[in-house]
Every structure is written in structure tokens, then in C-alpha cells.
């Protein structure tokens, strides 16, 4: 087999304890999926979940201890932080029912899905796909995947993001409308999981922008801290 160009190497997260990484296949992320965030974007009630992707190589890996750079993206003059428990599949499949979900994620991990929000604003306005203002270049940064074996009670962990020391957004997993296991149920009844795919479970309110020159230190507790600052565009 030969190609008319080298093909693009596969994304890959560092694990904990181990030398293998993890290669990356699909970025999944669920919207809406804390009370207080969907409140602050103007919705209520629960709702039935719902899913966007972001491009695997819109990931940015920070090792840990390291800090991650994210350049501030073209376009937008309001450029969002979101905190997020991320879930690292390692056995896929398909119409997984929430009490299977457990064997199928091989860790997980702290997130960002950093968002355009002024271009997203503007395409659910329109009625149009929201690409533009989520799945845009190095707008996933991630920290190490920590087994699940090793992470410790995930689902009622604090969730935290501070910007140059200042708290911006603190919540706990177990606020999620849609715990981890009935997102694996939903998603796997829309799409077939693969081992490799990375689900961003989404964020609790505080949401707010971010300039270049900010840092943007975040945890899920058990899991490490992302940091990760802003550089010039
Ligand atoms: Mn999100």
C-alpha cells in the first residue's frame, strides 16, 4: 500500500501507568448535560440527550504536569472554556443498556471543548450545524486517561475550572442530567462505539470567555488537573 501523500498520524491520550497510549478514534460530546449550564444557555427541563462531534485531531494532549497551549481561534470575539468529564471507550458496541456501560470505558480523562460561542450563537440562530463554533482546530485539549480501575468514584467527583487563579466554574459529576452510563446508552443507540472513541460528557455552568494570555487550570477530582493557557492567535 502506498499513498499519494503520508496520511496524518493518529491522535493518541497518555495513560497513567502505562507506556501504551491511547489512540484516538471519534470525539463524541454531549450538549446541555448539566441543569445550571442549560439554564444559563436558556433552556430547562430534561430533554433527551444530544451529540455533536469534534475532528480526533482536533485534539490538543497535555501531558501530565505540562502546560498545554491552545492558540485563540480565528473569527470569534467570544471564545469559551468548558470543564468536562471526558470517557474513554475500550469496547465498543452497539444499544449498550446503561448497566452494561461499565465494561466498555477503558478510563477517563479531564476535558475542555473550548467553543466559539459568538459563531455557535449565530448558527443555532440560523438553524445550522454547529461545526463553525465546536469543532474547530485544537478545540479539544485533554489530559492523561486515567484506567477506570484507578479513577476512583468518577460520577460523584468535583468538577472545577479556575482562569488565572480565579474560580469560574465548580459543580460535581453527579449534577449531570444524563449520568455517564445512560450517555453510553444513548450515544451507542445512535452510533456503533469503538474502542478509541472519547465521549466529552459536558460542562456545569460558568461558562465564560477566555482571552489570550489567560490560564485555565481544571480537575475532575481523582483524575489530575489540565492546565492549559491561551496563546496570541
Ligand atoms: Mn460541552
Given at each position: 500500500m502506498s499513498y499519494v501523500f503520508t496520511p496524518a498520524a493518529t491522535t493518541s491520550v497518555p495513560v497513567v501507568g502505562k507506556d501504551e497510549r491511547f489512540p484516538v478514534r471519534r470525539v463524541y460530546c454531549v450538549g446541555r448535560n448539566y441543569e445550571e449550564h442549560a439554564k444559563e444557555m436558556g433552556f430547562t427541563g430534561r430533554e433527551a440527550p444530544f451529540f455533536f462531534l469534534k475532528p480526533a485531531d482536533a485534539v490538543v494532549v497535555v501531558n501530565a504536569g505540562e502546560t498545554g497551549t491552545v492558540p485563540y481561534?480565528?473569527?470569534?470575539k467570544n471564545y469559551h472554556h468548558e470543564i468536562e468529564l471526558v470517557v474513554a471507550i475500550g469496547t465498543g458496541g452497539k444499544n449498550i443498556k446503561a448497566a452494561d456501560a461499565q465494561k466498555h470505558i477503558f478510563g477517563y480523562a479531564v476535558g475542555l471543548d473550548m467553543t466559539r460561542r459568538d459563531l455557535q450563537g449565530e448558527m443555532k440562530k440560523q438553524g445550522r450545524p454547529w461545526c463553525i463554533g465546536?469543532?474547530?482546530?485544537?478545540?479539544a485539549p485533554i489530559g492523561p486517561i486515567t484506567p477506570a480501575a484507578q479513577a476512583g468514584d468518577v460520577n460523584n467527583a468535583e468538577i472545577w475550572l479556575q482562569v488565572n487563579g480565579q474560580d469560574r466554574q465548580r459543580s460535581n459529576?453527579?449534577?449531570?442530567?444524563?449520568?455517564v452510563a445512560e450517555t453510553i446508552e444513548h450515544l451507542s443507540a445512535a452510533w456503533e462505539l469503538q474502542p478509541g472513541d472519547l465521549i466529552y460528557s459536558g460542562t456545569p455552568e460558568g461558562v465564560a470567555a477566555v482571552v489570550a494570555g489567560d490560564t485555565m487550570v481544571g480537575e475532575v477530582a481523582g483524575l489530575g488537573k489540565l492546565t492549559v493557557k491561551v496563546a496570541a492567535a
Open positions: 481561534p480565528s473569527l470569534t465546536k469543532a474547530f482546530d485544537a478545540s459529576v453527579s449534577k449531570l442530567i444524563w449520568n
